[in-house]
């Protein structure tokens, strides 16, 4: 999601040098050519296609790389006592602290989620199938669902109107409070899952699920539908098809 001084600095950004030759400013005015240039920054492009974005998009990608900084600081200051999966904590959605040791010996699912998407029905449905396979196994299975509204504002709601949406599509799953998963400003949990599995940004709503093992390691699935991770599921936790 573009905030107001983003759209403003991808905009226009101006550097202002004084001659010596000359006691008047002047203004180098450095502008993006097209409307997707700020996206375009936010999904790495500027480091992808460096030739074509510098000529097209010279502002947001001065503006990315301002942010990408902002984000490593913030990665090296929230992360600094996280050594694990099991060391994080985060509220849910109802403002309760959730204490991630309890996931220890136990499968974990996480996506970010949002209420407005064109994605929203299917995955839905798909996470509480999974839920509803893997609630009862021996070894123990989970889904935190974290909304986010960066992603064409697509969940603009507060926690108690996405908390009855989420219920009004049957979930008994975890949902988590709103949180930003890409920036300066993202979730720790977030900053870790990305730091340890990838990718370096979220691209979208539900465009990336993280499966945590029992042993804390965790793997990233980009592009897929929830009943896609079953065998991964299986796999974690050691059982076959026919055990479920």
């Not at 994605?119 to 509803?132: A, F, N, P, R």
């Not at 899952?193 to 990336?208: D, E, H, M, Q, S």
Request: aromatic share 12%; charged share 25%; with cysteine.
């Amino acid at each position: 999601m573009k905030t107001a001084f983003h759209f403003l600095y991808a905009a226009l950004l101006i550097l202002v040098s004084i001659p010596h030759s000359q006691g008047n400013l002047s203004y180098n005015v450095i502008e993006d050519k097209l409307e997707e240039c700020a996206d375009w920054a936010e999904q790495g492009e500027c480091t992808k296609n460096p030739r074509y974005m510098e000529e097209k998009c010279p502002a947001s990608c001065k503006w990315q790389a301002s942010e990408d900084e902002r984000t490593k600081k913030a990665i090296e200051e929230k992360l600094e006592n996280i050594e694990s999966f099991f060391d994080l904590e985060a509220e849910d959605i109802d403002g309760e602290l959730l204490k991630f040791d309890q996931f220890k010996g136990k499968v974990t699912v996480i996506a970010n989620v949002a209420s407005f998407c064109g994605y929203t029905e299917s995955h839905y449905k798909g996470l509480v199938d999974l839920y509803s396979q893997f609630k009862a196994s021996a070894i123990g299975f989970n889904i935190l669902a974290f909304p986010c509204n960066q992603f064409g504002e697509q969940e603009p709601n507060q926690c108690h109107s996405i908390k009855e949406f989420a219920l009004s599509k049957g979930v008994e799953f975890t949902m988590m409070n709103k949180v930003d998963v890409n920036g300066s400003e993202a979730s720790p949990v977030y900053l870790f899952l990305k730091k340890v599995a990838g990718p370096p940004r979220i691209i979208w709503n539900f465009a990336t699920y993280y499966v945590v093992r029992p042993d804390g390691t965790v793997n990233s699935y980009s592009g897929v539908e929830p009943t896609e991770l079953k065998d991964v599921i299986l796999e974690a936790m050691g059982m076959d098809k026919d055990e479920l």
